[in-house]
């Protein structure tokens, strides 16, 4: 067993203030797309299968470049992965304001997920090693607050700079903030030793090969990831195709869709969050089996919820019931973030977070949102203006399966921990 001193405050608090404020950058940038889609889509007169487009590049590249940049994580230093990663995605979203074509501006969408990638991972591990393993379920859902803050403040932002600027003046607005605070992290995040907190835990990296082949075979792992991807098919593809449906079914104007929607995701992602965090520490360390059965109860009770926002006959009760929708939709961040963080040696632990978010995004993101957008366009026939809206509610249908599959990892997370 390792005995550590205990972990000075200011400094840990420092860390994850930092992280936490690139993790809303990230998320300010990645999802500002959007609230922009609805000029995006005019200027450039897409179907919404072809503006799928922007949802699927992004994907495909973050999902793929994440496990190598995670790998290397493992291995090098992760402070300075991390910087790099904020200082090239700022740049890179920034130049999606200055494209041409729509051509243009997936192949910079693509790019900047080759920044983005670099940094969720690194940060997953690292928050690790500053908190013991009563803490981290807490320190890792306030680690992913970064998701609904930032989400909201892109189309908060966006939504009022394209209302009144233009969609590209929001993508330069929103990228070039990350250059300072990624020197703010080169400077002030120090960089911890790996499994600190960790009793019995093998330090040494491991060839990649074995890191591979471990997290391969556990079983859990596989649960966990198909669980969280099938639950974001829906997650990802609301955040990206809700802006529409309230411009098509309540004729909301871009800047007034962001507020409005914005204040849904913000106040729920953050109740939701840190619900998933608060239960997973209090739950998980005595019976694992909790930090997979947290977010199977949550979004089986989000479904309804959903399906009745969508034919609310008012904007006052639709906020209501999306907003209680989301707090349930984003409690599984906390928890099952930090069972994938207890089923690997810590020296495996950036391998295994990028390899969670390689199954999540790449089915998330890519698939999620394609399908809203694909299945919009093959119901016109059948339900003419609304058909997103009932593309909308049939993919409820995944939050479904995703807690079909946290309910199988309920089941043997505990013979799977690494320690």
Request: proline share 5%; hydrophobic share 55%; charged share 10%.
């Amino acid at each position: 067993m390792k005995h550590f001193q205990r972990e000075p405050e200011a400094p840990r608090t420092r860390v994850l203030l930092l992280l936490l404020l690139a993790y809303i950058l990230n998320f300010l940038d990645r999802n500002v797309a959007g609230i922009l889609a609805v000029p995006i889509r005019s200027e450039f007169h897409l179907s919404d299968t072809a503006l799928s487009g922007l949802g699927v590049a992004f994907g495909v590249f973050y999902a793929v470049i994440a496990i190598p940049i995670a790998w290397l994580a493992d291995r090098r230093s992760r402070v300075n992965i991390i910087a790099i990663s904020v200082a090239l995605w700022s740049l890179l979203s920034a130049a999606c304001g200055i494209v041409s074509t729509y051509t243009q501006l997936i192949l910079a969408r693509m790019a900047v997920a080759v920044g983005e990638a670099g940094a969720i991972a690194p940060s997953y591990s690292l928050i690790t090693d500053y908190y013991p393993r009563e803490r981290r379920s807490r320190a890792l859902a306030f680690y992913s607050l970064g998701i609904p803050i930032g989400s909201s403040l892109g189309l908060f932002f966006g939504g009022w700079l394209a209302g009144h600027f233009s969609w590209r003046v929001a993508f330069v607005a929103v990228g070039l903030p990350g250059l300072f605070v990624a020197i703010l992290i080169k400077l002030l995040v120090p960089e911890p030793e790996r499994g600190r907190f960790d009793p019995q835990s093998t330090i040494a990296s491991p060839p990649g090969s074995a890191a591979v082949a471990s997290i391969a075979r556990n079983g859990s792992f596989w649960l966990l990831s198909l669980g969280a991807a099938s639950g974001s098919i829906t997650g990802y593809g609301l955040l990206f195709w809700l802006p529409s449906f309230f411009n098509r079914t309540f004729g909301m104007p871009v800047a007034e869709t962001g507020t409005f929607f914005g204040s849904i995701f913000l106040v729920g992602g953050i109740a939701g969050i840190w619900l998933g965090g608060w239960l997973g520490d209090r739950l998980g360390p005595s019976r694992p089996g909790a930090y997979a059965l947290i977010p199977a109860s949550c979004l089986l009770l989000a479904i309804p919820l959903y399906a009745a926002g969508l034919f609310a006959p008012s904007l006052t009760l639709v906020w209501i019931l999306f907003t209680i929708a989301q707090v349930l939709a984003l409690a599984w961040l906390g928890p099952v973030v930090t069972a994938v963080q207890h089923i690997v040696a810590p020296a495996m632990r950036a391998t295994a977070s990028a390899s969670f978010l390689f199954v999540n995004n790449l089915v998330g993101i890519v698939f999620g949102t394609f399908f809203f957008g694909w299945f919009s366009d093959a119901m016109k026939a059948a339900h003419g203006a609304n058909s997103l809206q009932y593309s909308i509610l049939y993919g409820l249908g995944f939050y479904l399966l995703g807690s079909f599959f946290y309910l199988l990892a309920a089941a043997r997370l505990k013979r799977d921990l690494a320690s």
